[in-house]
């Protein structure tokens, strides 16, 4: 199961691929730079949306 970002911009990319990145050790900066659409604030969803689901 994904959920998809609904930045401002439009841009759909799914949670899942962002927990993933943050999982293997990935900075918020290092996201941005692969994703440049996403902000700080997009990627900490992330993780209140994984806490949400799984806890």
Excluded: H, W
Excluded at 11 to 24: C, D, H, N, W
Excluded at 35 to 44: A, H, R, T, V
């Amino acid at each position: 199961m994904t959920y998809p970002l609904l930045p401002d911009k439009g841009t759909r990319i799914p949670v899942s691929l962002i927990l993933g990145y943050l999982a293997v050790g990935n900075t918020q900066e290092q996201i941005i730079q692969e994703f440049p659409d996403l902000s700080k604030e997009q990627i900490s969803a992330c993780l209140d949306y994984a806490l949400v689901i799984y806890c």
